[in-house]
């Protein structure tokens, strides 16, 4: 095959460097029951280092140029030529195993991607992704810091974080203009009785939707205008970046009721 030129609509940089292959691999180091997952295999320089140890490997790639020689060089790859976000990882998960994510993916939809993983958290046992630096940092930021956001809220909630390594922007074809890292997530079980795993995020993204501003004035200005707080428990008066995972939940149980009351009482 000849040499493929990345492209820039796809948000396409190839990983070259062999190293850093063997630390991704050595990362997710997957046994033979595991199902991986991969994001984007590209030419297949990742999936090469993972296919003869894992017991089952997916990989879903939207760049059609690449399929036919994945599937001559890997003949056990169950291929799915799509965008990843299309893909319903339920129809995938046939076997009723945790599947086990990587992908060096395309930045742009680093959010996306995160989103469809937590959506998805019932059925994925843990994700190693290549993501910016920069957006690795914000994901595991610490309470109280101007990195704190609703990324580190949700994925710290769900999952255990961890930012395995940097990597420069010079082991990739063509080479991105920012830095790189590769973080783990490892998914976690959580209580979310009291509410749902909707109005959780949704709180979450309320709650920083106006930054700068008290939780009272975020709040009053999303959807759950019309919810009065006051009795939650939580401060009001303090900013998002300022409360813990469980003053979230928190916010996320007496949203859920005043819902359902609110519910209860147009019924009657």
């Not at 063997?22 to 180091?29: C, G, L, R, S």
């Given at each position: 095959?000849?040499?493929?030129?990345?492209?820039?609509?796809?948000?396409?940089?190839?990983?070259?460097?062999?190293?850093?292959?063997?630390?991704?691999?050595?990362?997710?180091?997957?046994?033979?029951?595991?199902?991986?997952?991969?994001?984007?295999?590209?030419?297949?320089?990742?999936?090469?280092?993972?296919?003869?140890?894992?017991?089952?490997?997916?990989?879903?790639?939207?760049?059609?140029?690449?399929?036919?020689?994945?599937?001559?060089?890997?003949?056990?790859?169950?291929?799915?030529?799509?965008?990843?976000?299309?893909?319903?990882?339920?129809?995938?998960?046939?076997?009723?195993?945790?599947?086990?994510?990587?992908?060096?993916?395309?930045?742009?939809?680093?959010?996306?991607?995160?989103?469809?993983?937590?959506?998805?958290?019932?059925?994925v046992e843990d994700a190693i992704l290549m993501t910016q630096l920069e957006v690795a940092q914000r994901i595991t930021a610490k309470r109280g810091t101007k990195a704190y956001g609703i990324l580190a809220v949700l994925l710290q909630f769900f999952c255990d974080v961890k930012l395995c390594f940097k990597v420069s922007p010079n082991v990739f074809y063509p080479?991105?203009?920012?830095?790189?890292?590769?973080?783990?997530?490892?998914?976690?079980?959580?209580?979310?009785?009291?509410?749902?795993?909707?109005?959780?995020?949704?709180?979450?993204?309320?709650?920083?939707?106006?930054?700068?501003?008290?939780?009272?004035?975020?709040?009053?200005?999303?959807?759950?205008?019309?919810?009065?707080?006051?009795?939650?428990?939580?401060?009001?008066?303090?900013?998002?970046?300022?409360?813990?995972?469980?003053?979230?939940?928190?916010?996320?149980?007496?949203?859920?009721?005043?819902?359902?009351?609110?519910?209860?009482?147009?019924?009657?």
């Amino acid at each position: 095959m000849e040499k493929v030129r990345p492209l820039k609509k796809f948000g396409q940089n190839y990983l070259q460097d062999q190293n850093i292959l063997n630390k991704i691999a050595d990362e997710i180091n997957p046994q033979p029951e595991d199902h991986v997952v991969e994001i984007g295999p590209g030419t297949g320089a990742l999936t090469e280092k993972l296919i003869n140890k894992a017991g089952k490997m997916t990989a879903v790639e939207i760049d059609k140029r690449v399929i036919e020689n994945l599937q001559c060089r890997f003949p056990t790859l169950y291929l799915i030529s799509n965008d990843f976000l299309e893909v319903d990882l339920n129809s995938i998960n046939s076997e009723n195993k945790k599947l086990r994510v990587v992908g060096n993916i395309p930045y742009y939809l680093t959010s996306s991607i995160l989103f469809k993983l937590i959506g998805n958290n019932d059925i994925v046992e843990d994700a190693i992704l290549m993501t910016q630096l920069e957006v690795a940092q914000r994901i595991t930021a610490k309470r109280g810091t101007k990195a704190y956001g609703i990324l580190a809220v949700l994925l710290q909630f769900f999952c255990d974080v961890k930012l395995c390594f940097k990597v420069s922007p010079n082991v990739f074809y063509p080479k991105p203009k920012v830095f790189s890292a590769v973080i783990h997530l490892t998914f976690k079980e959580v209580d979310l009785s009291g509410t749902t795993k909707q109005i959780f995020i949704s709180v979450v993204k309320a709650a920083f939707g106006n930054r700068r501003k008290t939780l009272k004035n975020s709040l009053s200005n999303s959807i759950f205008a019309k919810l009065n707080f006051e009795k939650s428990g939580i401060d009001l008066r303090l900013r998002a970046e300022q409360l813990s995972l469980a003053d979230f939940l928190t916010l996320a149980r007496f949203a859920s009721c005043e819902l359902n009351n609110r519910q209860n009482i147009s019924d009657k």
